[in-house]
């Protein structure tokens, strides 16, 4: 199970930091991602951390958004610095064991997946 939080509103060149807890100690056996769905727009992958720490990111957040975890709080985070209004979108955490890479993941998605939280970013 997992479970995001963190999100709120925010303006423009802020930071947020989202969290996604697991049940169980699961990042050792599953890659982690962080997805968003902005409205009437396709979700899209965000950030991907795989089960070895190797992390990958979308063009559009290199360099402003960092995706790490927390194996003794079974916790994955998503630092988020110099946000853009087009950050503005629901951010929902996901978890796999496939071990497929980021172009993979970003179209076919992951088994399983947490209740998103809010993030809006004011201009």
């Known amino acids: 199970q997992l479970q995001a939080s963190g999100g709120g509103l925010v303006q423009a060149g802020g930071s947020l930091r989202l969290s996604c807890a697991a049940s169980g100690s699961i990042f050792s056996v599953y890659d982690m991602g962080w997805y968003r769905q902005a409205p009437g727009k396709e979700r899209e992958l965000v950030a991907l951390i795989s089960k070895s720490g190797e992390t990958n990111y979308q063009d559009s957040v290199k360099g402003r958004f960092t995706i790490s975890s927390d194996n003794a709080k079974n916790t994955v985070y998503l630092q988020m610095n110099s946000l853009k209004p087009e950050d503005t979108a629901v951010y929902y955490c996901?978890?796999?064991?496939?071990?497929?890479?980021?172009?993979?993941?970003?179209?076919?998605?992951?088994?399983?997946w947490g209740k998103g939280t809010l993030v809006t970013v004011s201009s």
């Open positions: 996901a978890a796999d064991s496939w071990g497929c890479p980021f172009t993979v993941v970003a179209v076919y998605g992951m088994d399983y």
